[in-house]
């Protein structure tokens, strides 16, 4: 029983960062009809603001640590955010449902903020100290307050996309447009308007991942590739452009990355990632929850 309360909480601790960063990149595909492979740009840029912010914070206005890592989170995302909307209205809305050309766009994108981020910060790793000590014992597995607070986070954003999408006016629209553009542009809902909305909300998804993750890992100025990485990988076997399948996939990673790594090792686990991608794109090509088109 211990040994499987550690695997959970291991897999619910990185599955659901993995959903946040995840989901960001599906509802981008879904609205807009581009693949954004600069999307871990965002991660980075927050995580980084967050190993910058929360210093100063603590150490120039005597904030304590967890207020200063709240300070930071909001910094950060407001940061990326304005970040989100810039390279929307500079380049994407140019790009809307044109593969090649966002393809061509978001690679420079990414070339270009990682070379910012690497002149700004530097490449040595950045940490963030703990944000809350102590630790909590359930079903005889000891647990990290701080990875518990984590787990409890990632799992109250995903709800409030989920309640987003599926509640809400501006849900509504999202999947009208990603559904049928014509049709819902035919029905009065501006469509680059919404496409706007839906790249700042995956922007802010992938922050959120990245708030989240800079007290657990060290943050370099590549940290969201890897995420980007996983993010494909995830998005290939839940549906592209699926919401619930961003979920699913998201969490089925993180449990092979969780009992692979556990029973293997951490390279076994990533092989076995890559086989099982290979699989789905010659068995079920639109994944678990997408639809085949």
């Not at 993750?213 to 494909?232: Q, R």
């Given at each position: 029983m211990?040994?499987f ?8 601790q ?7 960063f995840?989901?960001?990149l ?7 009809k581009?693949i ?14 967050v190993?910058?912010?929360l210093?100063f914070?603590?150490?120039?206005l ?5 207020a200063?890592?709240a300070l930071a989170?909001?910094a ?10 810039l ?6 809305q140019h ?11 978001s690679i420079g ?6 070379g910012?981020?690497l002149?700004i910060?530097?490449?040595?790793p950045?940490?963030v100290?703990q944000?809350?000590?102590?630790t ?9 307050i701080?990875?518990l607070?984590l787990?409890?986070i ?6 409030g996309?989920y309640?987003l999408?599926?509640?809400?006016r501006?849900g509504?629209?999202l999947?009208?447009v990603?559904?049928?553009?014509e049709?819902?542009m035919?029905?009065g809902i501006p469509y680059?308007?919404v496409?706007?909305y839906?790249f700042?909300i ?8 990245g ?5 657990i890992?060290?943050?370099t ?7 980007l ?11 592209l452009?699926?919401?619930a399948g961003?979920?699913v996939g998201g ?6 990355e969780?009992?692979?790594?556990y029973?293997?090792?951490?390279s076994?686990?990533t092989l076995a990632?890559?086989v099982?991608v290979i ?13 085949a088109?």
């Amino acid at each position: 029983m211990e040994l499987f309360v550690q695997l959970l909480a291991n897999t619910l601790q990185i599955g659901f960062v993995y959903v946040l960063f995840a989901l960001g990149l599906t509802l981008i595909f879904g609205v807009m009809k581009i693949i954004n492979f600069a999307h871990g740009a965002f991660y980075t840029a927050a995580a980084l603001i967050v190993t910058s912010v929360l210093p100063f914070a603590t150490a120039t206005l005597g904030l304590p640590v967890w207020a200063g890592y709240a300070l930071a989170a909001i910094a950060a995302l407001a940061v990326v955010l304005c970040l989100g909307a810039l390279v929307y209205i500079v380049g994407f809305q140019h790009v809307l449902k044109d593969l090649n050309g966002s393809f061509i766009l978001s690679i420079g994108l990414l070339l270009v903020l990682n070379g910012a981020y690497l002149a700004i910060y530097g490449g040595a790793p950045r940490s963030v100290p703990q944000i809350v000590p102590g630790t909590v014992s359930i079903f005889g597995a000891t647990l990290t307050i701080q990875r518990l607070a984590l787990v409890i986070i990632a799992a109250v954003v995903t709800a409030g996309l989920y309640l987003l999408v599926e509640r809400t006016r501006l849900g509504l629209a999202l999947r009208a447009v990603a559904q049928d553009q014509e049709a819902a542009m035919l029905q009065g809902i501006p469509y680059r308007r919404v496409a706007l909305y839906g790249f700042m909300i995956g922007a802010a998804l992938a922050a959120c991942a990245g708030v989240l993750m800079a007290p657990i890992n060290a943050v370099t100025t590549v940290s969201g590739d890897e995420f980007l990485i996983k993010a494909f990988i995830i998005i290939i076997i839940g549906g592209l452009g699926s919401v619930a399948g961003a979920i699913v996939g998201g969490l089925f990673i993180a449990m092979i990355e969780s009992v692979g790594g556990y029973f293997f090792d951490p390279s076994t686990a990533t092989l076995a990632m890559f086989v099982l991608v290979i699989v789905f794109l010659l068995v079920r090509p639109q994944g678990i929850l997408g639809n085949a088109e």
